[in-house]
């Protein structure tokens, strides 16, 4: 059972919008169904690993006449009736108007949950609105820009309890069939995992750094009250250690060597097992999170680790710790972003989040970069997209000719997940230069929107 999110507000502050990036291409018109008014759209809406439904109002044009404000009114009743949860929007950058005024009393009169959310509020835009919308008496507001996909992961921690609720609701309901939590706890072999449910395996990640980049202090701070819970968990093997935990509300569980067991390494040797250790980690982890230290970013060291992990085909995420400790952050984002992208090539595309793992600032936005990046991981491509693409590709650069042999590329498959793997059928795949595999890899991490993970293309003749 999910929840069902209604969108309400006066026309034109985005309504459609927010609503055609909550459910992107799989839109679900429900318009001719008789008893919905045709003005309401109902879509399966996705916000990272949560799924409800999503009502929009929208479809009406600015309201000048009493009888449209009449419908106006009758269709936002109508939803709020229908949905478990109001995202009330405004137009940050008019501000409140007497319009939104009126829709704010009919949410308070219906008593909906109402989230406030103000809209278009990209960049420093929407800060006006962002004040005058407490003025709605609606408690707190959330700034968003549903155009840029800003504010979604807001939106997603206040519609994550929720979720969880109606989970909570629903497994009351059904019958209980799964093993309990702590027969899962007691398996010893990594194997034994392919054989659960696939819907209750966690998240597994694994946070790797040089000594001193903070890597205890992230794994504690995730893990928080949670720890006396779930408790560090003797290896899944000897090489590494486990501990599970739920972060902002995803089943997680978290390699790690030596950010768990405290750390007392002083001399050289040990220092370089530690890391060891860590790369380890990284052969259980789907997620890995290479932690630097916002002092002393790509080093050799961290290059190698994070080179590490793209070697093993795990998805990426980069985080740089210490954010509290830096003053210009936007000269020095600026900075990590252009050493990001010349020392790591092979990462393009990944994921910089800041964090302090201290203060807990930006670890929301470190868990939506995680998600989105097992998603990609995970991600599945039609053949007959992939093909489509791949002709445009051919025509725009066909493959070289070495010595007179035309290459012929005949067509593409994706033959594997987690990462992405893909078999392109050609004619002399031997003779294939790295540059044009290069060339199709950034080209489908590009078209295909898939940043943060290793894709991986091989060449094969055909008889
Ligand atoms: P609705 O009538 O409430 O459904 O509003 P629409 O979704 O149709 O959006 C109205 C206009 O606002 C369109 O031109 C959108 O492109 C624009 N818009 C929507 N969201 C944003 C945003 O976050 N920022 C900006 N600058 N414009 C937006
Ligand atoms: P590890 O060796 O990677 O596990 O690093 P630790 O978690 O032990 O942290 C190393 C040092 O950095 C400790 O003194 C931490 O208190 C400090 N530290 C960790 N994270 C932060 C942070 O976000 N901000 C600041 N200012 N210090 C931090």
Request: glycine share 8%; with cysteine; net charge neutral.
């Amino acid at each position: 059972m999910t929840f069902t999110l209604a969108i309400v507000g006066r026309p034109n502050v985005g309504k459609s919008t927010l609503f055609n990036r909550l459910v992107g291409k799989k839109l679900a018109l429900v318009d001719d169904q008789p008893g919905v008014t045709r003005d309401l759209r109902e879509g399966d809406a996705k916000l990272y690993d949560l799924r409800f439904t999503v009502i929009d109002t929208a479809g009406l044009e600015e309201v000048t006449d009493d009888s449209l404000q009449g419908r106006m009114r009758r269709l936002t009743e109508r939803a709020v009736e229908m949905a478990d949860v109001c995202l009330f929007l405004i137009d940050g950058r008019v501000g409140v108007t007497p319009s939104d005024e009126v829709f704010a009393d009919i949410l308070r009169r219906k008593n909906a949950r109402v989230i406030l959310g103000v809209n278009k509020a990209e960049g420093k835009a929407g800060d006006g609105g962002a004040i005058e919308a407490w003025s709605l008496g609606l408690g707190e507001p959330v700034r968003m820009s549903a155009e840029h996909g800003e504010g979604m992961d807001d939106l997603y921690h206040i519609l994550r309890p929720i979720g969880a609720e109606f989970e909570e609701r629903a497994a009351l309901d059904a019958p209980i069939v799964d093993v309990d939590v702590s027969e899962e706890e007691a398996e010893t072999e990594a194997d034994e995992d392919a054989h659960k449910p696939t819907e209750r395996r966690p998240l597994q990640i694994a946070v790797i750094g040089r000594p001193n980049a903070g890597k205890s202090t992230l794994i504690n701070k995730i893990i928080g009250e949670d720890r006396l819970l779930t408790g560090p968990e003797a290896g899944i093997t000897r090489d590494a250690i486990s501990v599970r935990t739920n972060w902002f509300g995803t089943p997680t569980r978290i390699f790690d060597t030596a950010g768990m067991r405290k750390k007392a390494r002083i001399n050289d040797k040990l220092e370089k097992l530690s890391v060891a250790d860590g790369l380890r980690a990284v052969r259980f982890a789907e997620v890995v999170v290479v932690l630097l230290d916002v002092d002393i970013p790509f080093e050799q060291q961290d290059l190698r680790i994070a080179d590490f992990a793209e070697t093993e085909g795990r998805a990426v995420v980069v985080a740089v710790n210490k954010w509290d400790l830096e003053g210009d952050k936007q000269e020095k984002l600026a900075e990590l972003k252009e050493m990001f992208e010349r020392l790591l090539p092979q990462l393009r595309g990944a994921p910089l989040v800041t964090v302090s793992a201290k203060t807990g600032r930006g670890l929301d936005r470190l868990h939506g970069a995680i998600l989105r990046a097992h998603d990609v991981w995970n991600r599945r491509i039609t053949t007959a997209r992939l093909n489509s693409w791949l002709g445009a590709m051919t025509e725009a650069h066909p493959p070289p000719a070495p010595s007179g042999k035309r290459i012929k590329l005949r067509y593409m498959t994706q033959v594997k997940t987690r990462p992405p793997g893909f078999v392109a059928m050609c004619s002399h795949p031997d003779l294939m230069p790295e540059s044009y595999r290069r060339y199709l890899v950034n080209g489908l991490r590009d078209h295909f929107d898939m940043p943060g993970t290793p894709i991986r293309v091989t060449f094969r003749g055909q008889g």
